[in-house]
């Protein structure tokens, strides 16, 4: 076999080939992502790029390590750690090399592996088969780190976009100090996961509304998620319909009445959209490819069209959720670029009808996984897709260190010209903001905190009760919003 070195200059520059100026080194961030010993609470496994061509060549790096309860990686950390794989593709060492297997007493094989100083690194090579594989590592009884990857078919056609297509964004886009809390109406009926008792929020011990409370901590920007039908029997809120227009409208009003900006955040689903599942709306499910995106046209401007109508427009719209394996599967599969990209520009057509000035976000997971996002970007921009700015993701467990992070933006803002958001966070807050607003030419324009009013968020205790963790967004606010005014 040959060494992954090797092969990586065949395979991995058709796809994610590197050009320009050799990025700067990103700061250390051990002195607030890692401790040097702790009690190790769950098992991280970032995997660099989850889509990958099934040529049985093409290949990721793994990075494996152990945090504590608070997210900090354990740089002393020896633990044994099993590699699962299901689905077409193997395990082997950076050199290429196929390390030893074993099976377990469910006689189910996998790959062990030893941390040295906190940290395993291994490959994923895939297979012959376009597939899904989810590749899983184990230690002991720690929740497992896990990733989904998706091979495509080898002959699918990858494009680079001209220099004319990687044309600056021109549309005014606002600093954003942001938070998802689309949670809210549930929370106050009652019924929200993590939320605090009786839903209610509570400062100085006097009970305040959950919106003007951010706002007053710094916020300035609230995002909300939307779905087609959730009511549906297997969608996300059965019978009570939470996220859908109606309440978007209703949580809209009272966003805009607080005098903040709106982000609105377009699923195409009746459920969770991400890089698991993109599963269509019900309504939608008989429709071929033409008609599907006509539906997305269509659904996309009657929503704004509503927003309008009682004068909540948006003041950006996300066309799709975390969509770096596409939407509305089989059809907008990543496997299937042409598809998606066409799929995309027509929630892109929706959105413009109702107002062409109207900044558009493309939101894929990947924060610090530079060869897929580059992947992804480049053949969507190459097929004509039109957008303002790009929306990442941050979740350690799965998108790799702050390092990895900060590497990942500042290549993205070079390469294509396109201002950033981290439009899903939650570790690390002060550092996330630092990172982003500190790319250059103001090309880093926030972040929005995923569902902060949830006591997991830190921000809140199990009572309501807010703590002193949310005054780091007044400081933000004064050094990164008011500063620039």
């Known amino acids: 076999m040959k060494a992954l070195s090797i ?17 700067e080194p990103a700061p250390d961030f051990s002195s607030v992502s890692r401790v040097d010993s702790g009690v190790a609470a769950s098992v991280m496994l970032t995997a660099y790029s989850t889509t990958l061509r099934a040529n049985g060549e093409d290949w990721t790096r793994l990075r494996i390590a152990v945090t504590d309860s608070t997210g900090h990686e354990i740089t002393s950390a020896e633990d044994s750690v099993r590699i699962y794989v299901t689905g077409d593709g193997t395990i082997t060492a950076l050199d290429g090399t196929r390390p030893a297997m074993l099976t377990d007493t469910a006689d189910a094989p996998y790959t062990p592996v030893k941390l040295v100083n906190g940290v395993a690194t291994l490959a994923f090579k895939a297979g012959t088969t376009p597939d899904r594989v989810e590749v899983e590592a184990r ?25 004319e297509q990687l044309s600056a964004t021109t549309k005014s886009i606002d600093r954003m100090i942001g938070a998802d809390i689309s949670f809210l109406p549930q929370i106050e009926s009652g019924t929200g996961r993590f939320s605090p008792r009786q839903g ?7 009970e ?44 809209a009003r009272r966003v805009k009445a607080a005098g903040m900006g709106l982000l609105l955040d377009f699923h195409y689903s009746d459920y969770w959209a991400d890089p698991q599942q993109q599963n269509k709306p019900l309504a939608w499910a008989e429709l071929d490819y033409d008609g599907l995106r ?14 309008q109508n009682q004068g909540t427009l948006p003041d950006m719209v996300q066309i799709g959720n975390e969509i770096n394996h596409g939407l509305l599967w089989p059809d907008g599969h990543i496997g299937n670029l042409d598809n998606l990209a066409g799929l995309l520009q027509a929630g892109v057509e929706g959105a413009e009808a109702v107002d062409p000035e109207m ?8 924060g610090g996984q530079n060869d897929e996002a580059r992947f992804w ?9 039109k957008f303002d700015i790009i929306g990442v ?26 201002p950033i958001n981290v439009v899903e966070y939650s570790n690390y807050k002060r550092e996330v903001a630092d990172i982003v607003f500190g790319l250059p030419d103001d090309m880093g324009k926030g972040t929005a905190i995923w569902e902060p009013l949830g006591w997991r968020s830190g921000l809140f205790d199990r009572e309501g009760n807010v703590t002193e963790l949310i005054e780091v967004y007044d400081g933000l606010n004064a050094r990164y919003i008011q500063e620039s005014s």
Request: aromatic share 8%.
């Open 359 to 366: 900044p558009v976000m493309m939101h894929i997971a990947l």
């Open 294 to 307: 006509d539906a997305v046209r269509e659904y996309t401007t009657a929503v704004l069209t509503a927003l």
């Open 200 to 206: 209610r929020f509570i400062e100085d011990g006097q």
């Open 139 to 163: 230690s002991g009884a720690l929740p497992a780190g896990s990733h989904q990857i998706h091979t495509i078919p080898a002959d699918v056609e990858l494009m680079k976009p001209t220099p």
């Open 393 to 418: 993701s941050y979740y350690p467990r799965w998108h790799g260190t702050l390092e990895d992070l900060y590497a990942n933006l500042h290549d993205l803002t070079d390469r294509y010209a396109k």
């Open 7 to 23: 092969v990586a200059s065949a395979a991995t520059a058709l796809i994610f080939a590197q050009c320009g100026p050799e990025a």
């Open 208 to 251: 305040t509304d959950a919106i003007e409370l951010l706002r007053n901590h710094g916020f300035n920007y609230i995002r909300l998620r939307i779905f087609v039908n959730p009511e549906n029997p297997e969608g996300y809120s059965p019978e009570q319909g939470f996220c859908d227009l109606d309440h978007t409208l209703a949580m």
């Open 377 to 385: 970007l480049d053949n969507m921009i190459a097929r004509g897709v």
